[in-house]
């Protein structure tokens, strides 16, 4: 099993979107919807934005979305705000009750 | 209001074990969902350890060099990671997490405890 991969950093300016993509292999991300993204604040815990590929839980700005295509899944953010500055991580089962993260992209709000 | 927190000791020698313990309040690990560990190498993505069920059933990251084992101990309402002859590749925050399932997100993390091993 290899690590998901994303992009090291996205960037963009307040009021914008901006998409971070996260590819996988036709045995995780292709094969299963359990692709979640996790927004993380420095020296702070991951926070559950999206599970289930483009589901929100409670609590959660409708300004984050998810989406999957293929072997790819992606964490689309609109109406950039200042806060929106983190880490975000994709995960995704990967089959045989096991997770897969990647290597989480660096989010900077210009 | 579910809470997690983590504890155990921040430095461990190479080749020793590593424990940490997992207290959970506001639900009971007996009840239902799953709880995980999950860690952090400095500077670098997350990666998945391995969950427990509440009856026990565990699963574990193949891709995991160091022997892992998880436990449970419902009377304390708590989990624990123990990672046996680690190196300093296992230096990392160690983060405890509830799971919806095997294998699905988590919804509720600790707020994680850095353990470096070095000698």
């Known amino acids: 099993q290899s690590a998901l991969t994303q992009p090291p950093s996205a960037s963009g300016s307040p009021g914008q979107s901006v998409t971070i993509f996260c590819t996988g292999t036709?045995?995780?991300?292709?094969?299963?919807?359990?692709v979640s993204w996790y927004q993380q604040h420095p020296g702070k815990a991951p926070k559950l934005m999206i599970y289930e590929v483009n589901k929100r839980p409670s609590g959660v700005p409708d300004r984050f979305s998810g989406s999957k295509s293929g072997n790819m899944a992606s964490l689309t953010v609109s109406g950039l705000q200042a806060d929106d500055e983190a880490d975000y991580h994709c995960s995704s089962y990967a089959g045989t009750n096991t997770v897969l993260f990647g290597g989480g992209t660096k989010l900077t709000v210009l | 209001q579910v809470q997690l927190q983590e504890s155990g000791p921040g430095l461990v020698k190479p080749s020793e074990t590593l424990s940490l313990t997992c207290a959970v309040s506001?639900?009971?690990?007996?009840?239902?969902?799953?709880w995980g560990w999950i860690r952090q190498p400095p500077g670098k993505g997350l990666e998945w350890i391995g969950t427990?069920?509440?009856?026990?059933?565990?699963t574990y990251n193949p891709s995991l060099k160091t022997p892992v084992t998880i436990s449970m101990d419902t009377s304390k309402n708590h989990f624990s990671l123990k990672l046996s002859s680690v190196t300093a590749a296992d230096t990392a925050v160690y983060y405890c997490?509830?799971?919806?399932?095997?294998?699905?997100?988590?919804?509720?993390w600790g707020q994680g405890t850095l353990v470096t091993v070095s000698s």
């Open positions: 036709s045995r995780d991300v292709g094969l299963y919807n359990y």
């Open positions: 506001g639900y009971s690990i007996s009840s239902g969902y799953y």
């Open positions: 997490a509830r799971a919806i399932n095997l294998g699905s997100y988590t919804d509720y």
């Open positions: 427990i069920s509440r009856s026990g059933t565990t």
